[in-house]
């Protein structure tokens, strides 16, 4: 079955700081990947998505490339803000399925 | 627009109770799926429904049922309840298909168990 195995946290960094989440995923078929965002006290989020091999998804100086032969989709961002302390969580579907699996979630705190 | 919404926002039971959670999708999504999250976890998948039709099902028992309605909108009933059932429960929606639309989520709803 489909799979999602997320870095796991927390994760706290210094505003401005480089941030990377590692994301592997098993799957069936052919999976679309995204990222979801639970900001506090706020419901889901999707932050960006990806739907085949090689393609980057980009938002908010977020980004993550769909690794097919590392099944990997890492998310990046070069500079992160305060703002961007939340919860973050991979996920995917693929080509067989009618669900979002996700993975356990990381949560970020930034510090200014 | 308004998002998906969801009510109660929060709901107290106690164990053998049963609860019934409420989604409205957003205008013009004909897809609903439900999804459990315990504290400190991802979410879990438990239905989809489209077009009123139940179109997958997660791994949970069968006190779980839910149903849609045909103005799109659809419940959640959790019968015999236990300390465990005790998550926050996600509805999102999305136009068809989640392997080409995007799924929007509600707030959701905090069910505790006591």
């Known amino acids: 079955g489909n799979s999602v195995t997320q870095m796991e946290g927390p994760v706290t960094l210094s505003e401005e700081a480089f941030l990377t989440i590692n994301c592997t995923y098993t799957?069936?078929?052919?999976?679309?990947l995204f990222w979801y965002v639970q900001y506090p006290g706020e419901g889901l989020q999707l932050l960006l998505k990806?739907?085949?091999?090689?393609d980057k998804g980009s938002n908010k100086g977020f980004e993550a490339t769909y690794r097919k032969e590392t099944t990997s989709f890492h998310l990046e961002k070069g500079s992160v803000q305060v703002s961007d302390s939340a919860v973050y969580f991979c996920?995917?579907?693929?080509?067989?399925?009618?669900?979002?699996?996700f993975g356990a979630g990381t949560t970020v705190t930034v510090r200014a | 627009d308004a998002g998906v919404t969801q009510s109660p926002t929060h709901l107290i039971k106690t164990r053998g109770q049963h609860v019934t959670l409420r989604c409205s999708p957003i205008?013009?999504?004909?897809?609903v799926s439900w999804y459990q999250q315990v504290l400190g976890q991802g979410p879990q998948f438990i239905f989809q429904?489209?077009?009123?039709?139940?179109?997958g099902r997660g791994n949970f028992p069968d006190r779980f049922s839910a149903r849609q309605f045909p103005n799109y909108s659809s419940e959640l009933n959790v019968n015999a309840l236990l300390l465990g059932d005790s998550a926050l429960y996600l509805c999102?929606?999305?136009?068809?298909?989640?392997?080409?639309?995007?799924?929007?989520f509600g707030p959701g709803t905090r069910l505790t168990v006591l």
């Open positions: 996920a995917l579907t693929s080509s067989n399925d009618y669900k979002l699996s």
């Open positions: 999102a929606s999305n136009l068809q298909d989640i392997r080409e639309d995007t799924q929007y």
């Open positions: 205008s013009g999504h004909k897809s």
């Open positions: 990806a739907t085949k091999a090689d």
């Open positions: 429904y489209y077009e009123k039709e139940e179109r």
């Open positions: 799957a069936t078929g052919y999976p679309s």
